[in-house]
């Protein structure tokens, strides 16, 4: 569960970053300030409000040490819209490529898909009173068709004569009892559903009406370039739009179908389009990866239009300008930027002048070393042995590791990294998959469900492959 915002202290944002990635504690201080920034510019007037921007931040530091992880936990934290992208993805306006403007309008669509979750949530208990009237009505239906037909009242001669459903002919009878009936029905959709919320007709087979959409996007151009838009099924019927189609699903499929058609009944498109234009422009987390590799000089001929190029292009959007999307105009200058890169070939001061003065924030991370590795394996809340211990346990088998497993695991990585390319920490999952290959192959026929890895283990699996160089290269 988030911590309400005015609960981040910059201490505690640094805590809940020490849970997911080791080390780097520069780069988790310099985000963690940037996000109590934007808390305490909420809390002032509105007039003074505006006239405070985000300090963006430069990450520096090699591949795989964490600057995308820091990144991502940082918005999950903050409940903050995010989306990450690579500069080398784009060019200059007006040449064949995706414009930098692009990156506004994915991030105006992350806040959209982040708000109606939200709103979801909140509509919940009454989206789910909704489904479960209209699953017992499905299945009141359904069970319709096996039970024996009653004799109907006749509406024209009420309380004198009915019809015979079976004989299909006019027959005198008492005066039918409304209530009692009405009485029967109520007890009988309760008892339906006291079925339904047990899970007794959870794989009965019903026909639904739902809703399908045939061609929910289209690309067109933009006076931006090209962009991917979305049609409003509400405007637009026939061809373009959305047309009911009936299926036969199973009753859980449907709790889910009709769960979510009522919760899109229940949410306010309107509102959801502003709350998240809103939230993107004061909350948005924008992260753009491998700047360095836009940061080169051109040569002889001129400014190359997918390096500095793109930096001018990038120099409003930072700044502060407003894109159009297909929610609404959205205004750019409170979002927080946060750029990163390895500098191996390039250093930041071969950005142009303009962009580096727009990332006043500049962090290294450190390379990770073996001990950092070893961390890496066991201690953050989503460590790699416990991914792969979960796994596995689907196929009821138990894996651990001994202490010196992980020591020759960490040990392993270090040397591929030292003597090929260093990835960093994405070097762990490719030995942990070489390591476990077997095991992940064959677990289902496995008649030992408890599997311990030592060190000696790893050192047989891996050894041969660490010795020879150019094996490495190709394996790890």
């Known amino acids: 569960m988030p911590l309400p915002i005015e609960d981040l202290t910059p201490r505690e944002i640094v805590r809940e970053l020490d849970r997911y990635i080791v080390g780097q504690n520069a780069a988790k201080r310099a985000v963690a300030v940037a996000l109590r920034n934007r808390y305490r510019r909420q809390q002032l007037p509105e007039a003074q409000r505006d006239e405070i921007t985000p300090k963006n931040i430069l990450m520096i530091g090699p591949t795989g040490v964490g600057k995308t992880e820091i990144a991502r936990r940082l918005a999950q934290l903050a409940r903050a819209p995010f989306i990450k992208v690579e500069a080398t993805k784009f060019t200059e306006v007006g040449y064949v490529g995706r414009d930098v403007e692009s990156m506004i309008r994915e991030l105006a669509a992350a806040s959209v898909r982040l708000v109606e979750k939200e709103l979801t949530e909140e509509v919940r208990p009454e989206a789910e009173r909704r489904t479960l009237e209209r699953l017992i009505d499905l299945v009141d239906s359904e069970l319709a068709t096996t039970r024996p037909r009653a004799t109907q009242p006749n509406p024209m001669f009420s309380g004198f004569m009915t019809v015979d459903a079976e004989a299909d002919e006019i027959v005198p009878t008492e005066e039918y009892d409304y209530e009692a009936e009405e009485k029967k029905t109520r007890a009988r959709r309760k008892r339906i559903e006291k079925k339904i919320l047990s899970g007794e007709y959870d794989d009965t087979r019903l026909e639904i009406d ?53 919760a899109k009944q229940i949410a306010d498109k309107a509102t959801i389009q502003r709350e998240a234009i809103l939230r993107a422009e004061q909350t948005g987390i924008i992260f753009l990866d491998e700047i ?39 205004r750019t200058d409170h979002i927080l930027f946060i750029a990163a ?136």
């Open 210 to 262: 739902s809703e399908e959409s045939n061609n929910p996007f289209v690309q067109v151009f933009t006076p931006g370039g090209m962009e991917e838009m979305g049609i409003d099924s509400n405007q637009l019927g026939g061809a373009f739009g959305s047309r009911r189609v009936r299926r036969t699903v199973s009753l859980r499929e449907a709790r889910e179908i009709l769960f979510q058609e009522e």
């Open 292 to 330: 360095d590799k836009v940061a080169g000089k051109s040569g002889g001929s001129g400014p190359d239009v997918s390096r500095e190029g793109v930096q001018r292009d990038l120099l409003p959007i930072i700044e502060g300008s407003t894109v159009q999307t297909k929610y609404g105009p959205l």
């Open 341 to 476: 890169g390895a500098f191996h070939m390039a250093k930041p001061s071969d950005l142009i002048p303009e962009l580096q003065g727009r990332l006043p924030i500049r962090v290294e991370l450190d390379p990770l070393s073996e001990t950092d590795l070893r961390r890496i394996l066991q201690e953050p809340k989503n460590a790699l042995t416990l991914q792969y211990r979960q796994l596995l346990e689907a196929d009821g088998i138990s894996i651990e590791f001994t202490s010196d497993a992980l020591d020759e695991i960490a040990h392993v990585a270090t040397q591929v990294n030292r003597q090929t390319e260093n990835i960093g920490a994405r070097r762990l999952h490719t030995i942990m998959e070489r390591l476990l290959e077997e095991v992940l192959f064959e677990a289902p026929e496995l008649e030992t469900k408890q599997i311990t890895f030592t060190g000696e283990h790893v050192k047989l699996k891996l050894g041969a492959i660490t010795a020879n160089l150019e094996k490495s290269r190709n394996v790890l």
